[in-house]
């Protein structure tokens, strides 16, 4: 089976978030499970000369888009066995950023009809595409509206990695853009509200749609977490099933990871106390202070839950823990943080960046993860932190939900609270503190977390799957 992985960012040529992870290491899984799976995104100016330079160029034409007669250049690299194209676009790709140009809408529907355009003059004919996220919603729409001959056949699968941000546009620029026929925005399948909806577009039009975890899938029927597309979800749970991210294991391997001051595995996890240490060195701990260490890496928004941890930070502290903070978001949480890192200079560190250097340090070196999450489609810092045996504790929100088994249950490898409230989130954090004072509990729940089977390859197995019943 030939799968085209259509997708706006991808480790590493360019990365804002967890999808960039998620098409990084994927399509190798794919491919591994009997596939011919290749990427193709944009070719966009942050993309480092270290790839361009080994990047060949297979062809040029014009994509029409609208009134538009755009040029559409398609380059090529393989990479660690994965064949990637990118789609060559000065007038659309050459920016400072990635994301938040005021045309948005119109570049990345340049690059879904480029996508569509090129496919005939490739040396490769996908039996199917994987879409992601609004950025390449309208693929599937696209196509559908291609007559048929060299498009007959080919299927297309769309996931939501997170459905907060749907693509939502005026019907001018659904008309003077998008070029779509009128009877689709006006009063068809993507018209939501007075406007076009790109992801209930791609949800009509995909034979398939799949989400970034099962309990995430569940959740999409619920108002609370569909932000308005929950009967659009409805409509289509036919032909939706939610399939866990995996992680790149290379890359997140505690026992070769060169970031770190010291490398451990399961079988000797000595190593990840010289990692604490050489953490609250970075931190301004007091290195013999042997209380535990939470960590939150995150963006600092309200749905990543901090407004629990704001409301019973001194109560945490109180308890006996020592709380670390690596992020950036809202003025508000920014300002608090670095509040409460001056109320408590030996045990609140504020760190309002982001640095990967700092980050993998946390992973390694602190004792538990805090997700307490109001949504999370699927989560990748918790599958960070089990494989480097720092603890989770989170919300059973979900892909939080089916990735992490509570402790005492068999399996375990970490906490969960159900409620989103701060004081059910503090009762299990004041738990998770308890089991740490029994060294031999706490070793096993690390082992448990190091050991957890956290690939992709179980991942893939069920995408081909999915992929496959479509052809039945």
Not at 162 to 184: C, M, R, W
Request: glycine share 8%; net charge negative; with cysteine.
């Amino acid at each position: 089976m030939n799968v085209l992985f259509a997708v706006s960012e991808a480790a590493p040529f360019v990365k804002t978030g967890g999808l960039a992870d998620v098409a990084g290491s994927l399509p190798a899984a794919l491919k591994l499970a009997g596939t011919d799976t290749r990427v193709i995104l944009p070719l966009y100016s942050a993309i480092k000369d270290e790839y361009r330079s080994k990047m060949e160029f297979l062809f040029y034409t014009y994509v029409d888009l609208g009134w538009r007669h755009q040029y559409c250049g398609l380059f090529s690299l393989e990479h660690e066995g994965v064949t990637f194209y990118f789609i060559d676009s000065e007038y659309y790709f050459k920016r400072d950023k990635i994301y938040g140009c005021m045309d948005d809408g119109e570049r990345f529907a340049f690059f879904s009809k480029a996508i569509v355009t090129v496919l005939p003059l490739l040396n490769f004919r996908p039996d199917l595409i994987n879409c992601n996220d609004w950025q390449t919603a309208l693929v599937p729409i696209y196509l559908n509206l291609e007559p048929a001959g060299f498009y007959r056949g080919i299927k297309t699968v769309y996931t939501i990695h997170n459905i907060e941000y749907q693509g939502s546009f005026s019907f001018h620029t659904a008309d003077d853009v998008f070029g779509l026929p009128k009877n689709l925005y006006e009063e068809g399948l993507l018209r939501y509200d007075d406007g076009v909806n790109l992801m209930k577009g791609a949800i009509y039009f995909a034979d398939y749609v799949t989400t970034v975890s099962p309990n995430y899938a569940e959740e999409l029927r619920y108002p609370f977490y569909a932000h308005g597309l929950h009967e659009v979800i409805s409509q289509n749970s036919h032909k939706l099933t939610g399939i866990i991210n995996g992680l790149d294991t290379c890359r997140y391997n505690p026992e070769t990871d060169k970031a770190l001051p010291c490398n451990f595995s399961a079988g000797d996890t000595s190593g990840k106390a010289e990692c604490k240490r050489q953490l609250c060195a970075m931190l301004s701990f007091d290195e013999d202070d042997g209380s535990p260490i939470i960590a939150c890496v995150s963006r600092l928004v309200e749905h990543k839950g901090f407004d629990l941890v704001a409301h019973v930070l001194d109560d945490i502290i109180a308890k006996g823990a020592r709380l670390a903070i690596l992020g950036t978001g809202d003025q508000s949480f920014e300002d608090f943080f670095r509040s409460a890192g001056d109320r408590y200079p030996r045990r609140v560190s504020a760190n309002i960046m982001y640095s990967e250097k700092m980050a993998s340090l946390m992973y390694a070196g602190a004792d538990m993860l805090l997700m307490p999450s109001k949504s999370e489609p699927c989560g990748l810092s918790q599958l960070i932190a089990m494989r480097y045996g720092t603890v989770p504790i989170v919300r059973s929100a979900g892909g939080l939900r089916d990735t992490v088994i509570p402790y005492p249950a068999e399996g375990s490898n970490g906490f969960r609270f159900d409620n989103y409230d701060a004081y059910d989130m503090l009762g299990t954090i004041g738990y998770a503190l308890e089991i740490y004072e029994d060294k031999p509990q706490w070793q096993l729940l690390m082992k448990g977390c190091m050991t957890q089977e956290l690939g992709w390859e179980r991942s893939a197995k069920r995408y081909v799957e999915v992929y496959s019943s479509l052809f039945d």
